[in-house]
């Protein structure tokens, strides 16, 4: 079927004297207007980052290095910083790496207002032969443009950022510690600069790197943690940006964490609705082990509605989970549960074991969650097996051990990039 279109312009267009003889034949169904990819509105594209501009300023005053043991995290921080400025006219102007100072902004920038503000967080290494690594940065860099997007942040070419950080890590190689179980932090983060009270999207923004080198999570060895799980407080919600690493997301948890830990708890773990949907664990993604009914091992982790943050951990794990654990008879699932069937699996001895999974602890074992029984519920501890004489289970124990394999490059795998020796 086709249509008649009786539009003055087209008839026009087409050297019509009437537009009643303009016919404009198009096959039904149309495309929407909002599923057509715009022009710009300038003849001149706005200018990506490009590394190749890459300006160095050393700083004068190397500091000194810190022994590895004495190492906390995010407390001390390398001699320089990245910074990358951009404007809605120009688009991204020349990466700079300076000296570490402070920034010097505006007390009516919006980001103090209106939170424009995002950021990430990945890890330099060095392997056996001294050479630096990062891991998955790409990914990073994916979900940092994801996160910019949804609060009308720019976004940028996230290859051309990872050179960035190649470099810059290439820079600042000394700060990676030798020993096992040490790395680099690194933060990349994008502010809103402009100057204004109006609400609406920056006109100026700011995408700046620091670092900061650590230490293990766990010196001594894992340490299992205690959860609180509540009904009444919510992390994420569906359409909201729960799925987004926004400075936003962060502060509201703080005060349950709090409140937790005066209760002896470590962290909370989140719920959702009135069903208790699982969702993550303090600021970690979050992994059940157990025995279904009928007996089979799964591997369980929530599914990526838009509440959950696409962890690069989570997403590793899982993929190592499938290479490894599914010829083992295992299935590994990606769907919803709720806290009832885990402490249903805990009181018929299926429950086998949990951990929250993250950049910072890669894995973080789990013993104990304290449940509020839900809305009409009475509360509960559900115990969470260990192995014996052990702080963590089997599997937490291995998805440490094959994650540290590839991070430190023992594996080789596509994971791992390579940082080139730095070069003037």
Not at 6 to 22: E, H, I, T, Y
Not at 375 to 387: K, S
């Amino acid at each position: 079927m086709f249509q008649r279109l009786l539009v003055p312009k087209v008839a026009a267009s087409l050297g019509c004297k009437s537009f009643r003889n303009a016919t404009i034949m198009s096959a039904l169904p149309q495309a929407r207007t909002y599923s057509i990819k715009a022009d710009n509105a300038s003849a001149q594209p706005l200018m990506d980052i490009d590394p190749k501009l890459l300006k160095v300023q050393r700083t004068e005053s190397p500091k000194k290095l810190l022994p590895a043991k004495d190492l906390i995290f995010g407390k001390n921080f390398t001699d320089h910083m990245l910074t990358v400025e951009w404007s809605s006219k120009h688009g991204w102007y020349a990466p700079q790496i300076t000296p570490y100072q402070n920034l010097s902004l505006d007390p009516a920038t919006c980001v103090f207002h209106y939170a424009f503000e995002c950021f990430e967080g990945l890890k330099a290494y060095k392997d056996k032969d001294g050479v630096a690594r990062l891991f998955r940065p790409d990914k990073n860099m994916a979900r940092m443009n994801t996160s910019a997007a949804r609060i009308a942040l720019p976004t940028f070419g996230s290859e051309a950022m990872v050179e960035l950080i190649k470099k810059f890590v290439a820079l600042e190689e000394r700060f990676i510690p030798e020993e096992r179980g040490y790395s680099l932090y690194l933060r990349p983060t994008m502010i809103g600069t402009q100057k204004t009270l109006g609400v609406g999207p920056p006109r100026s923004a700011l995408l700046y790197m620091i670092a900061s080198p650590v230490g293990p999570y766990y010196p001594t060895g894992f340490k299992a943690v205690s959860l609180s799980a509540r009904s009444d407080i919510v992390r994420a919600w569906p359409g909201g940006c729960g799925d987004k690493k926004l400075g936003a997301n962060y502060a509201p948890c703080i005060k349950p964490q709090q409140e937790a830990a005066e209760q002896g708890y470590q962290q909370n773990l989140w719920l959702f609705g009135e069903e208790g949907y699982v969702t993550e664990v303090g600021t970690m993604n979050v992994f059940f082990a157990w025995k279904t009914p009928d007996g089979k091992k799964e591997l369980i982790t929530a599914p990526l509605d838009g509440t959950i943050l696409n962890g690069v951990t989570r997403d590793s794990i899982l993929e190592l989970a499938r290479e490894k654990l599914t010829k083992e008879g295992w299935t590994i699932s990606e769907r919803k549960f709720t806290i009832g069937e885990v402490a249903k699996a805990a009181d018929e001895g299926r429950l086998l074991e949990a951990f929250g999974a993250g950049t910072a602890a890669v894995v973080s074992p789990i013993n104990k969650i304290n449940w509020d029984g839900g809305i009409h519920g009475d509360a509960r501890d559900i115990h969470v097996p260990l192995q014996e004489g052990k702080e963590a289970g089997p599997l937490a124990e291995n998805f440490w051990k094959w994650m540290a394999e590839r991070q430190y490059g023992d594996v080789e795998s596509d994971w791992s990039v390579k940082v080139p020796k730095w070069t003037e």
